[in-house]
C-alpha cells in the first residue's frame, strides 16, 4: 500500500537531510507505528505519505514515495484526498466549518458524496467516536481533547484506504484514548483500513501496532515487529522498561503479558518501594489559594465552586476526562481566563487585579495551544525577549532552558515551523525564565517524548526545591505518577478527589500507571522504584524468558 524507495528528504536552509536513504513497506490493512525522539522526523515521513512534503512544506525530495502505486512527487495532496486521511497534531488548526456535524461533513461534500451517504457515515461516526451529545456544538467551545475526536471524525467519513495520525491521543484522557484506538483498530481489523501513527504516549497504543519504525535520529529509519525493534528503541513505554529490567524475552507490550509474567519480581520486591524513589509530599508555607472558584460559558458551568490550596514546593496534577474544567480552573486562577465567582490569592494578592507583567512575576501559565504565545519570527528572538523581560529572575537563561527539553533548535527557525512538542518546549522554556511562584501547565507533555519529559520532570523538581508551586492539567497519568506529590480529581466542573499521588492513581482503574497496573498489589508507579528496591549486585533467576 506504502512504499518509500531510498527517500531523502532535505529542508532549503538545513544542514543535513530530515529524512536519509529511507525505505520501508507498509503493507495494506497494517497498523504501523512511527516512534523516536523529538524532531527526529516523524512529522515529515508522515507528511510525505500524502504530498503534503515537499509540496507545501518546501524542500527537496530524493527517491519515490508510492501509495496506492500513486506517485506522491507527480500527486498534491488534493490528488491524494481520497486515499489519505491525515489528522494533524493540532486539530483547531485544521478546522474549517463552525460545528461538530458541520465539520463531520465538509470532507465529503469536496468528494461530492452524495447527501444520504454524507448523512449516514456523519451519524455512524459519531456514534463510533462518542460524539453525538455534541453534534451542535462550536468547535471553538468543545475542549481539546473532544476537538482530537472531531478532527479524526471528520477524516473517517470520507473512508480513506490509508489513514495518517500524528500524535492522535495526545489530548484525550485516558478512557477517551481507549475508545479513539479501539475505533482506530476496527478499521483495521474489520475494513482493511492501513494506518500510520507517530505517538510519543507509547504505553497507549504500542499493543495494538503490527509494525514500528523507528526513527533514530539520524536520518535513518529501520522497520520491524514491535517487540524487537522497542528492545533497543531510543524511547520506550514504562512496560518495556520494566520488561527490561526484567531482561523478559521476547519483550510484553500490554499490561496483560507483562502481569503473566511479574509474579517472580513481585516475590523479589517489598511492598511499597524505597522512602528515597517514593513521591512525598511538600511541605510549607500557603503559595496558592483559591476559594470558590465559578467559571461560566452561557448556561454551562464550568468550574462549580471549586477550592484549592497549595503549598511552596507542592507539585499538584489536576486530572478528570475532557470537559471537567480543568483548562478553566486554570485560567481561572491565572486571571486572564473567566471567573465569575471566587477569589485567588498568590502572596496576598489577585492576578486578576495585577497588570499583566506583574500577574506573571506571580503566575504564569502554558495553554494547551502554546503557538498562541508565540509572535516573534526567530526562536532566537522569543528568547532574547524572554531573557529581557525576566532579567531580574533568577531562573537559567531562558536557551539554556529550551536545550534542556529540546536540543538542536536553531537560533534561525521560526516557531510556526516548528512540531508540535518543540513549540512547547519552546514557550516552557520562556515562561519558566521568569521563575513565577506558581506556574500553571495545561497539557504539558503533549508532543513531548520520553526524554523531553524527564528534563520536564528535572526542571519541575528544581522549582519545587526553590518553594515554587506547580498545578498541572494532565492526562499523562505516567507523568503524574513519576513527578506529583499530589492528585485533584474533576468530573463535571467539581473536585472528586484530592490525595497524594499513590493513593489517587493506583486506587483508580484509568489513572493508575503500567507500573502499578503490573505490579499490584505492590505500591510502585514506576520503573525506577523497582530498579531501587532491587540489589543490584544479584541476578534476577526466572526473569530471562517468559
Keep these: 500500500m506504502i512504499d518509500f524507495d531510498r527517500v531523502t528528504i532535505t529542508y532549503d536552509g538545513a544542514e543535513r537531510p530530515v529524512l536519509r536513504e529511507v525505505s520501508l513497506h507498509v503493507a495494506e490493512g497494517e497498523l504501523c507505528l512511527v516512534v523516536g525522539r523529538t524532531g527526529v522526523g516523524k512529522s515529515t515521513l508522515l507528511g510525505a505519505i500524502n504530498g503534503l512534503v515537499p509540496h507545501f512544506t518546501g524542500g527537496t525530495l530524493g527517491g519515490r514515495v508510492t501509495v496506492a502505486g500513486r506517485d506522491t512527487a507527480a500527486h498534491p495532496p488534493r ?31 469536496q468528494l461530492v458524496i452524495a447527501p444520504e451517504v454524507m448523512r449516514k457515515r456523519v451519524e455512524e461516526t459519531l456514534d463510533l467516536l462518542g460524539l453525538a451529545a455534541l453534534r451542535q456544538r462550536p468547535l471553538i467551545e468543545i475542549s481539546g481533547g473532544q476537538q482530537q475526536r472531531v478532527a479524526i471524525g471528520a477524516v473517517l ?20 484514548a481507549e475508545e479513539v484506538l479501539a475505533a482506530i483498530t476496527r478499521l483495521v481489523h474489520d475494513l482493511g483500513l492501513t494506518v500510520l501513527l507517530a505517538e ?36 520506550a513505554p514504562p512496560v518495556v522498561e520494566l520488561g527490561r529490567l526484567a531482561r523478559w524475552r521476547p519483550l510484553p507490550l500490554s499490561v496483560r503479558d507483562a502481569r503473566r509474567r511479574a509474579g517472580p519480581l513481585r516475590a523479589r520486591l517489598p511492598v511499597s518501594p524505597p522512602a528515597a524513589s517514593a513521591t512525598g509530599a511538600a511541605t510549607g508555607e500557603t503559595a496558592l489559594r483559591a476559594r470558590q472558584i465559578v467559571v461560566r460559558y452561557g448556561e454551562v458551568v464550568a468550574v462549580r465552586g471549586v477550592d484549592l490550596e497549595l503549598h511552596g514546593g507542592e507539585i499538584a496534577a ?121 506556574v500553571l501547565l495545561d497539557e ?35 507523568f503524574v505518577a513519576a ?46 522504584q523497582v530498579a531501587d528496591a532491587l540489589d543490584e549486585s544479584r541476578s534476577l533467576p526466572g526473569m530471562v524468558s517468559g
Design 318 to 438: 489536576v486530572m478528570g476526562r475532557n470537559g471537567s474544567g480543568k483548562s478553566s480552573l486554570l485560567w481561572a486562577i491565572q486571571g486572564a481566563g473567566r471567573r465569575q465567582a471566587g477569589a485567588v490569592a498568590i502572596a496576598g494578592r489577585d492576578p486578576k487585579d495585577l497588570p499583566p507583567r506583574e500577574a506573571r512575576a506571580l503566575v504564569a501559565l502554558v495553554p494547551q495551544t502554546p503557538s498562541d504565545l508565540l509572535y516573534l519570527n526567530t526562536v532566537g528572538a522569543e528568547l532574547a525577549q524572554a531573557d529581557r523581560e525576566s532579567a531580574a529572575s533568577k531562573s537559567p537563561p531562558a536557551r539554556e532552558l529550551l536545550d534542556q527539553l529540546a536540543p538542536r533548535i536553531g537560533d534561525d527557525a521560526h516557531p510556526r515551523e516548528l512540531s508540535e512538542g518543540q513549540r512547547l518546549s519552546l514557550v516552557l522554556a520562556i515562561q519558566l525564565r521568569v521563575a513565577p511562584r506558581v
Design 200 to 235: 510519543h504516549r507509547l504505553e497507549r497504543v504500542v499493543q495494538y501496532a503490527d509494525t514500528v519504525v523507528h526513527l533514530p535520529g539520524d536520518g535513518t529509519a529501520a522497520a520491524g515487529p514491535p517487540a524487537e525493534m522497542l528492545l533497543t528503541a531510543t524511547v
Design 483 to 528: 513527578t506529583c506529590d499530589r492528585v485533584v480529581v474533576m468530573a463535571d466542573g467539581d473536585v472528586i478527589a484530592d490525595g497524594p499521588t499513590p493513593e489517587i492513581v493506583v486506587a483508580s482503574p484509568a489513572f493508575a500507571p503500567q507500573v502499578a497496573k503490573i505490579l499490584a498489589p505492590l505500591r510502585y508507579l514506576k520503573a525506577t
Design 79 to 109: 490528488e491524494l484526498a481520497d486515499v489519505v486521511g491525515v489528522v494533524g497534531q493540532d486539530p483547531l488548526a485544521g478546522f474549517v466549518t463552525d460545528t461538530v456535524e458541520e465539520e463531520l461533513a465538509y470532507g465529503m461534500e
Design 444 to 478: 504539558p507533555t503533549r508532543g513531548l517524548d520520553y526524554g523531553a519529559k524527564a528534563a520536564l520532570h528535572a526542571i519541575l523538581q528544581r522549582l519545587a526545591a526553590q518553594r515554587r508551586s506547580v498545578v498541572i492539567a494532565t492526562h499523562d497519568v505516567e
Design 157 to 176: 467519513t470520507a473512508h480513506p484506504r490509508v489513514l495518517v495520525l500524528d500524535e492522535p491521543t495526545s489530548a484525550l484522557d485516558p478512557t477517551a
